[in-house]
């Protein structure tokens, strides 16, 4: 009985690896029929995928053909499109598949619907379509009959807005050495030492203009909407600007720029805190803005935001103090603001308090007097309301809109009075304690900006009710004549800064920084 057990177990064993290799031997039918699927689907999804690539590659073709061939609008010569639109397309040589040609189409953008319509509008075209197509040759799908794919894009280009840059009061930021406060500014404000790198090349800036959208694009940033919000550190800004312009063979300056940004600490400045670029589209990336204004106002910004915006002020700013002996300080309420963008954009004029407590003294002799004083001047905001471009795009004109805001002469702080007191002549007291308050309404004014300036003219234009410290004449003349010897001393001490600083008591001065863009373009399809 055991040995029959025993002989079956045996076999038992014995029969085990046959079953194992029936079992590996079912497996191999299985995997070849699911790498046959796998293959087939890979070999198709490359030739889609190939196919895919040709799309966004006509895609890129139409959008970059279509707006070069918009420089050429608003003609509606068809001839004249295709061959801008063929000269754009041998720029781009590096292209997908078998192209064939572009089809060009003048056209207008419908008014209402804001969609391409082919033909003229009142005989003007202010659209152009260019459709894009490629063949492209499939290397798996002919087991299917198919050999090649197609793939074709369209793309509608059209005159962008125009658009300027351009200032309210801030004509310190774009005088020359000898009247502008910017070199003492930028050494009290920022600790900046321009000794070290000599100002006359700073004011050489003045001369330069930098396409805004380039910097921005230093920076990091594309659009409109992020040049906004975007914070960047001055010495980021510099750099971003000296790279600019060094592209555009500005070596000295870019050379200049790149030192002063070393000095420069860890400053923040909020882009859209002093640059207004309207957000509707990006034609305010097209303008040109003159690299001066550019790092003097966003010094001025960031010296504000950091808390560095009260100056004492001495006779290192050429002020001709030589009548005085004066304590003054200037405090930067709010930086003034450049616009730059199409119709509607803004500029602001720095909000500024000017207070000054100082002696006088005339002929050599002092103590004749002390004059206590404080000149807070409202923001002026300048409003482009028009820009129009010829069609040669070489001339140009803008319309600005100015608004002057209210002027207050008060004592030192904003409060109070301005006094002068006592005035005497060795030792002999000419008058008591003079209290002075004045104060300038807001005005509104329109100017036309031609471009180019007529000749031998500079483009400064003011609007307003002009008020000098002189004016308090018939205050002190009410008092004793005496007091009329002060009245020159103020003009000699305030007028001076508000000046370099760009501020006139009821004047606001509105200057175009760069030359109109007419020919930037956009996609609108």
Same mark, same amino acid.
């Given at each position: 009985?055991?040995? =029959?057990?025993?002989?079956?177990?045996?076999?038992?064993? &014995?029969?085990?690896?046959?079953?194992?290799?029936?079992?590996?031997?079912?497996?191999?039918?299985?995997?070849?029929?699911?790498? +046959?699927?796998?293959?087939?689907? *890979?070999?198709?999804?490359?030739?889609?995928?190939?196919?895919?690539?040709?799309?966004?590659?006509?895609?890129?073709?139409?959008?970059?053909?279509?707006?070069?061939?918009?420089?050429?609008?608003?003609?509606?010569?068809?001839?004249?499109?295709?061959?801008? @639109?063929?000269?754009?397309?041998?720029?781009?040589?590096?292209?997908?598949?078998?192209?064939?040609?572009?089809?060009?189409?003048?056209?207008?953008?419908?008014?209402?619907?804001?969609?391409?319509? @082919?033909?003229?509008?009142?005989?003007?075209?202010?659209?152009?379509?260019?459709?894009?197509?490629?063949?492209?040759?499939?290397?798996?799908? %002919?087991?299917?009959?198919?050999?090649?794919?197609?793939?074709?894009?369209?793309?509608?280009?059209?005159?962008?807005?125009?658009?300027?840059?351009?200032?309210?009061?801030?004509?310190?930021?774009? /005088?020359?050495?000898?009247?502008?406060?910017?070199?003492?500014?930028?050494? =009290?404000?920022?600790?900046?030492?321009?000794?070290?790198?000599?100002?006359?090349?700073?004011?050489?800036?003045?001369?330069?203009?930098?396409?805004?959208?380039?910097?921005?694009?230093?920076?990091? #940033?594309? *659009?409109?909407?992020?040049?906004?919000?975007?914070?960047? *550190?001055?010495?980021?800004?510099?750099?971003?600007?000296?790279?600019?312009?060094?592209?555009?063979?500005?070596?000295?300056?870019?050379?200049?720029?790149?030192?002063?940004?070393?000095?420069?600490?860890?400053?923040?400045?909020?882009?859209?805190?002093?640059?207004?670029?309207?957000?509707?589209?990006?034609?305010?990336?097209?303008?040109?803005?003159?690299?001066?204004?550019?790092?003097?106002?966003?010094?001025?910004?960031?010296?504000?935001?950091?808390?560095?915006?009260?100056?004492?002020?001495?006779? &290192?700013?050429?002020?001709?103090?030589?009548?005085?002996?004066?304590?003054?300080?200037? +405090?930067?309420?709010?930086?003034?603001?450049?616009?730059?963008?199409?119709?509607?954009? !803004? @500029?602001?004029?720095?909000?500024? =308090?000017? &207070?000054?407590?100082?002696?006088?003294?005339?002929?050599?002799?002092?103590? #004749?007097?002390?004059?206590?004083?404080?000149?807070?001047?409202?923001?002026?905001?300048?409003?482009?309301?028009?820009?129009?471009?010829?069609?040669?795009?070489?001339?140009?004109?803008?319309?600005?809109?100015?608004?002057?805001?209210?002027?207050?002469?008060?004592? %030192?702080?904003?409060?109070?009075?301005?006094?002068? *007191?006592?005035?005497?002549?060795?030792?002999?007291?000419? @008058?008591?304690?003079?209290?002075?308050?004045?104060?300038?309404?807001?005005?509104?004014?329109?100017?036309?900006?031609?471009?180019?300036?007529?000749?031998?003219?500079? !483009? #400064?234009?003011?609007?307003?009710?002009?008020?000098?410290?002189?004016?308090?004449?018939?205050?002190?003349?009410?008092?004793?004549?005496?007091?009329?010897?002060?009245?020159?001393? /103020?003009?000699?001490?305030?007028?001076?800064?508000?000046?370099?600083?760009?501020?006139?008591?009821? #004047?606001?001065?509105?200057?175009?920084?760069?030359?109109?863009?007419?020919?930037?373009?956009?996609?609108?399809?």
């Amino acid at each position: 009985m055991t040995g =029959r057990w025993a002989r079956l177990a045996l076999r038992g064993d &014995d029969r085990r690896p046959s079953r194992r290799r029936d079992e590996r031997g079912s497996i191999l039918p299985l995997t070849i029929l699911t790498m +046959t699927i796998l293959l087939g689907f *890979t070999a198709f999804a490359a030739d889609l995928g190939l196919q895919r690539v040709a799309v966004r590659d006509m895609q890129s073709v139409a959008d970059v053909v279509a707006l070069d061939a918009a420089r050429k609008l608003p003609t509606c010569d068809a001839t004249t499109l295709t061959t801008a @639109a063929n000269a754009s397309l041998a720029r781009q040589n590096r292209r997908i598949g078998r192209t064939s040609p572009l089809v060009v189409t003048p056209g207008h953008l419908d008014t209402t619907t804001k969609t391409f319509v @082919a033909g003229a509008a009142n005989g003007v075209c202010d659209a152009v379509k260019v459709e894009s197509s490629t063949t492209v040759d499939f290397a798996f799908a %002919p087991v299917i009959g198919r050999s090649s794919g197609s793939a074709a894009r369209s793309a509608v280009g059209a005159r962008a807005q125009p658009a300027v840059c351009f200032s309210a009061g801030t004509k310190s930021l774009v /005088l020359n050495s000898s009247q502008s406060a910017l070199s003492p500014l930028l050494d =009290r404000i920022l600790r900046v030492n321009l000794g070290l790198v000599g100002y006359s090349g700073l004011v050489d800036l003045k001369t330069l203009s930098v396409r805004l959208g380039d910097v921005a694009a230093e920076l990091g #940033i594309g *659009t409109t909407q992020q040049l906004a919000t975007a914070t960047v *550190t001055l010495r980021q800004l510099m750099v971003a600007t000296a790279t600019v312009l060094q592209r555009q063979g500005s070596t000295a300056q870019a050379t200049l720029l790149n030192t002063l940004s070393g000095q420069v600490g860890a400053l923040n400045v909020n882009l859209g805190r002093f640059l207004s670029v309207g957000t509707g589209g990006e034609s305010g990336l097209d303008a040109q803005l003159n690299a001066l204004d550019l790092i003097g106002t966003a010094a001025v910004s960031a010296a504000v935001a950091n808390g560095k915006n009260a100056v004492a002020i001495g006779t &290192d700013l050429g002020v001709p103090l030589d009548l005085v002996t004066a304590n003054t300080q200037l +405090t930067i309420i709010e930086p003034p603001v450049i616009a730059c963008g199409g119709v509607g954009a !803004q @500029a602001r004029t720095a909000q500024v =308090r000017l &207070d000054v407590r100082t002696g006088v003294s005339v002929l050599g002799i002092a103590g #004749i007097g002390n004059i206590s004083l404080g000149v807070q001047v409202g923001k002026g905001t300048a409003t482009l309301t028009s820009v129009t471009c010829a069609s040669s795009g070489v001339q140009a004109s803008t319309t600005v809109r100015g608004d002057t805001s209210l002027a207050t002469l008060s004592g %030192p702080g904003g409060t109070g009075s301005a006094t002068v *007191t006592p005035l005497s002549l060795l030792g002999i007291p000419l @008058a008591g304690v003079v209290r002075i308050t004045g104060t300038v309404g807001a005005k509104s004014t329109t100017q036309q900006f031609p471009y180019p300036p007529a000749p031998d003219l500079t !483009q #400064i234009y003011g609007g307003g009710e002009r008020i000098i410290l002189s004016s308090v004449d018939s205050t002190t003349n009410s008092v004793l004549d005496g007091i009329n010897k002060l009245t020159g001393t /103020l003009d000699l001490l305030v007028q001076p800064l508000l000046k370099m600083l760009g501020i006139q008591l009821g #004047i606001m001065e509105v200057r175009m920084l760069g030359t109109p863009s007419c020919s930037a373009t956009r996609l609108a399809g």
